[in-house]
Structures are given as C-alpha cells and as structure tokens.
C-alpha cells in the first residue's frame, strides 16, 4: 500500500513537473513572438523618390530636415531636432519652430552628428551630401518641388501621420476654393487670367517662378492660370527658369507677383527693372496689376500657404 502511494505521489509529480514545464515553454515562445513582432514593427522599408531603398523608423522621433518647404512639417504637428534656419528665419510661421538646433547652410555633417537624429529628410539630390549624412542615420530626399498634395503625402507616409496629412489637405482645399471663388465672385480677378512670379538673385540674374514658392499656390487655384511660356516650364518638370529683362513682355501675365529679395544686391536689380521702359511697358504694369511680397513669405510650404490665404484678397483687391 505504502509502495502504491509513493508511485502515485511520484506520478503527480512528475505530472506537474510536465505541467510547469508545458507553461513556461509556451509563455517563452509566447514572449519571443511578442519580441518578435515588436523588432519587426519598429522599422520599414522606404523608397525614396530617387529609389534609394532606406530602412527607417516607423515612428520617428529625432528627426533632422534640411531644405525647403519645413512648414509642412508644421501643418502635421511634426517636432524636428535640427533644421536648416535658412528656411525658417523670417517666415510667416517662424514664431512657431521651438527647440530646434540650427544644422546649417549647406548642412553641418557633425552639427547633424551631435544631434543623435533616427531620421534624416533632405531636398538636396547632391550624392555626397547624402552618402556622408546616411552614415549618420537613415537618410530620405523629398522632392520639395512637388505639388503641396504629394509632399504632404509622402511626409505623412514618411512620419506615420497619413490622417494627419489627409485631413489638413482637405481642409485646405476647402478653405482655398471658397477664397478663389469668392475673388472671382467679386470681380476682384477673372478666371482666364494669367500670372506671373519674378525675382531677383545676386549678379542680377532674374527668375520667372514656375514650381516654386508662391507660382504653386497661383497656379493650384485654376483661376490665375501661367503664361504658355511659364506653362512650358512646368511641362518640363522645372521649378524656374533664369530669363532675361529683354524678354519679360515674353513671360509677364496679366498679373506679376515680385518676390523682394533679402540680398541687397538684387534688391537694386529689381529697383532698375522697375524703372526701365520694358517693364514700364507691360500691360500688368499699365493696368495696376503688380503686387510685391516678400520672398521668404511667399513659400508655397503648407503653413505659408494658410497664411498667404489670408494675404492674397487683400493683395488683390487693391
């Protein structure tokens, strides 16, 4: 009987031996998998517009940029790290960049270094500068001539903020039709009207903007539509083109926009085009139709453009 008891006392244990050893493998293999997914979950696979192949975070949080259009990164709530101050200082939004450490003009590879980024976004296409900068971090370049939709898009799919970015899109395109409309409304402007961006860089080369800057906003209303020259540009993927005065009457519209340089060598540039006879001879000269804003006010980034909804009617109407 005793012998019996003892088998049996051994039986149940061994049993729950086996029991306890069944659950901690399960919770193991249980704790793996989790491991597991969370490994795979923290990273994914990006092309850029270049068809560089980067694996980059899926939820970022260090992230440097470096070129133009950084508003957009405003209108998505995204907090940078670093950022080129060139396209910051001065801007309609500038008030809004808090705690972010300038990297510079052209970017300072150890600025970028010091600052510990998971992330890298750049408007840049230069090899070197990307090859130097993918060794600090996965590397990204956003073609920042896109049309507002697509960046703000691919940030969105970029950042893990694609609600965000769909949202904001809408938005605005609600709030930029009823301007346009209310404009054509009014009588302030026509719908077949055309118009033109001008600016000035030093050496007193002269610019017609196509897919740049303020150009986009103009030309996304269809009702301020680019000259067939300007429209030729854009059919060639270009964001300018370098002209000369003699052939302004060529690519002004019925309105001209001018972009005030910072730079006080093209501001006298732009005083001299002003005061010679092509320019006052250009319809849109004639008819009181030319309007000038500031260059660094005049972006076509997301946050310049809510702000340029606000500007535009008074422009104008006047």
Same mark, same amino acid.
């Given at each position: 009987?005793?012998?019996?008891?003892?088998?049996?006392?051994?039986?149940?244990?061994?049993?729950?031996?086996?029991?306890?050893?069944?659950?901690?493998? !399960?919770?193991? %293999?249980?704790?793996?998998?989790?491991?597991?997914?969370?490994? %795979?979950? +923290?990273?994914?696979?990006?092309?850029?517009?270049?068809?560089? =192949?980067? $694996?980059?975070?899926?939820?970022?949080?260090?992230?440097?940029?470096?070129?133009?259009?950084?508003?957009?990164?405003?209108?998505?709530?995204?907090?940078?790290?670093?950022?080129?101050?060139?396209?910051?200082?001065?801007?309609?939004? =500038?008030?809004?960049?808090?705690?972010? $450490?300038?990297?510079?003009? /052209?970017?300072?590879?150890?600025?970028?270094?010091?600052?510990? /980024?998971?992330?890298?976004?750049?408007?840049?296409?230069?090899?070197?500068?990307? !090859?130097?900068? @993918?060794?600090?971090? /996965?590397?990204?370049?956003?073609?920042?001539?896109?049309?507002?939709?697509?960046?703000?898009? $691919?940030?969105?799919?970029?950042?893990?903020?694609?609600?965000?970015?769909?949202?904001?899109?809408?938005?605005?395109? =609600?709030?930029?039709?009823?301007?346009?409309?209310?404009?054509?409304?009014?009588?302030?402007?026509?719908?077949?009207?055309?118009?033109?961006?001008?600016?000035?860089?030093?050496?007193?080369?002269?610019?017609?903007?196509?897919?740049?800057?303020?150009?986009?906003?103009?030309?996304? !209303?269809?009702?301020?539509?680019? @000259?067939?020259?300007?429209?030729?540009?854009?059919?060639?993927?270009?964001?300018?083109? %370098?002209?000369?005065?003699?052939?302004?009457?060529?690519?002004?519209?019925?309105?001209?926009?001018?972009?005030?340089?910072?730079?006080? =060598?093209?501001?006298?540039?732009?005083?001299?085009?002003? %005061?010679? @006879?092509?320019?006052?001879?250009?319809?849109?000269?004639?008819?009181?139709?030319?309007?000038?804003?500031?260059?660094?006010?005049?972006? !076509?980034?997301?946050? +310049?453009?809510?702000?340029?909804?606000?500007?535009?009617?008074?422009?104008?109407?006047?």
């Amino acid at each position: 009987m005793k012998k019996l008891n003892r088998h049996m006392l051994i039986c149940s244990l061994l049993l729950l031996m086996g029991i306890f050893m069944a659950a901690c493998g !399960s919770s193991n %293999e249980e704790t793996n998998k989790k491991g597991t997914t969370a490994t %795979e979950a +923290t990273t994914r696979l990006y092309k850029d517009y270049l068809d560089h =192949e980067v $694996e980059i975070p899926v939820n970022p949080q260090r992230v440097v940029y470096h070129g133009e259009g950084y508003g957009d990164l405003l209108a998505l709530n995204i907090n940078t790290v670093g950022a080129g101050f060139s396209w910051i200082t001065n801007y309609a939004w =500038e008030d809004r960049v808090k705690d972010v $450490e300038d990297v510079g003009f /052209p970017i300072n590879v150890e600025k970028t270094l010091s600052l510990k /980024p998971d992330l890298i976004i750049i408007g840049t296409s230069d090899d070197k500068t990307y !090859s130097q900068l @993918s060794k600090i971090a /996965p590397t990204i370049v956003l073609d920042t001539f896109a049309p507002l939709d697509q960046r703000l898009t $691919e940030l969105g799919d970029i950042l893990n903020k694609k609600d965000e970015a769909a949202q904001w899109i809408d938005d605005y395109t =609600e709030k930029a039709d009823k301007m346009w409309n209310s404009l054509v409304a009014d009588g302030s402007v026509k719908p077949d009207e055309t118009a033109s961006v001008l600016t000035y860089y030093p050496g007193d080369r002269l610019f017609v903007m196509a897919r740049a800057g303020l150009s986009q906003v103009l030309y996304d !209303s269809n009702v301020l539509k680019p @000259s067939d020259k300007i429209q030729k540009i854009l059919d060639d993927g270009t964001g300018f083109a %370098e002209i000369s005065t003699e052939l302004l009457p060529e690519y002004a519209g019925d309105r001209i926009f001018i972009l005030t340089p910072v730079d006080d =060598e093209a501001k006298q540039s732009t005083k001299e085009m002003m %005061e010679s @006879s092509i320019w006052k001879n250009l319809p849109a000269v004639k008819n009181g139709h030319v309007y000038t804003i500031d260059i660094q006010k005049s972006d !076509s980034d997301a946050s +310049t453009r809510e702000w340029l909804l606000t500007q535009i009617p008074t422009m104008l109407k006047k």
